[in-house]
């Protein structure tokens, strides 16, 4: 699979951040890789490995592990991506989730979602929570803290003194900066949770809230601005990364057709065919491929058994996917799940 890229604009914002907090340019450029010229207009594309480098390299030069925290509260998204112009011309919060699910490869890349929409917003029992969907292991907690402070700080600017956030909910333990907390977020936050979510005030889906009537020319605007960038994407993608886009979801169907994939991707048999052989790859390869990288991925999570993990990948006996795991990594998926646990 192609690495995974995200837009240049949120690695240049964060990146002057830590400048203006005493981190050297030359070395976070140097750590991370980039130069001025990728970083010369937002909508360029950078490895998200690049802008993971960059937050370690930032921390470790400041002294502060909640330095991205800091900077999404501060910082505006409008001034990253095109997104955040589609989000303050959107018309209701349920709008502008929609947009963000719609448009989230724009800002970055993550083949973690399996198809599915990425946030959620759910009502229940009188509350209303905007759930995040994003797998998140280890350190990728900071994401998580960078994704709920994004929606509380364009809330905080757009609406001062309207109630937004209520409390919080995440599956990581609390991280270093824990006494942060109480002053960055402001609310409850309870760690170790089942889930990564939001409570918000019922207001912004019981009312209907709008935010800015009249922005319908400004918002057709952006969203076709974008749609000009998702094309663009999607034509430079590898056709390796895109059979993968797209099988993901229905990966646990177990038989997959050459021929559907085709068309989906808008050509023939012989096309794909010709177009996989100038990668040096084949359709049953990216297949196993796939199906060995997220075994791996469900076992190492330890939140499925072997028998779920196997259902997952599609196969339709358990006794299947252990020969073919024993073919990936010469162990049974067992032995693996325990090792990894």
């Not at 609310?187 to 918000?200: E, H, K, M, S």
């Not at 028998?307 to 339709?316: D, M, P, Q, R, V």
Request: one cysteine or more; proline letters at 5%; aromatic letters at 8%.
């Amino acid at each position: 699979m192609s690495q995974p890229m995200m837009a240049a604009g949120f690695v240049s914002a964060l990146l002057d951040y830590a400048v203006e907090r005493g981190a050297p340019r030359a070395s976070l450029l140097t750590a991370c890789g980039l130069d001025a010229d990728d970083l010369s207009d937002q909508d360029n594309r950078v490895p998200i490995a690049a802008y993971q480098a960059l937050i370690g390299s930032a921390m470790e030069a400041t002294g502060d592990t909640a330095l991205l925290l800091r900077h999404t509260l501060q910082s505006r998204l409008e001034t990253m991506s095109v997104v955040g112009q589609i989000v303050h011309s959107s018309a209701s919060l349920s709008h502008s989730i929609e947009q963000l699910n719609r448009y989230l490869h724009l800002m970055a890349e993550n083949g973690g979602l399996a198809g599915r929409d990425r946030f959620e917003l759910l009502q229940a029992d009188g509350e209303v929570w905007i759930v995040d969907h994003l797998p998140v292991e280890g350190p990728d907690y900071i994401s998580l803290e960078a994704s709920f402070a994004r929606f509380i700080s364009e809330f905080r600017r757009s609406f001062p003194g309207v109630t937004f956030e209520l409390e919080m909910e995440v599956t990581y333990p609390p991280p270093p900066h824990v006494a942060d907390y109480p002053d960055l977020f402001r609310v409850p936050v309870r760690f170790n949770a089942a889930r990564n979510a939001l409570r918000i005030d019922p207001v912004w889906v019981t009312e209907q809230t709008e935010f800015e009537p009249g922005n319908s020319y400004a918002f057709g605007v952006f969203t076709r601005h974008a749609d000009t960038l998702l094309d663009e994407l999607a034509r430079s993608e590898t056709i390796r990364a895109r059979i993968e886009a797209l099988i993901l979801p229905s990966l646990h169907e177990g038989s997959l057709s050459m021929d559907k994939i085709a068309r989906d991707l808008g050509m023939s048999r012989q096309t794909l065919y010709r177009r996989l052989k100038e990668e040096d790859v084949t359709f049953a390869r990216i297949h196993d491929d796939l199906r060995r990288r997220m075994a791996l991925d469900y076992l190492a999570r330890g939140k499925v058994s072997v028998n779920e993990t196997a259902y997952l990948l599609g196969f339709s006996e358990a006794s299947s996917f252990v020969r073919a795991f024993r073919r990936w990594t010469g162990q049974s998926p067992s032995a693996f799940r325990e090792t990894a646990a």
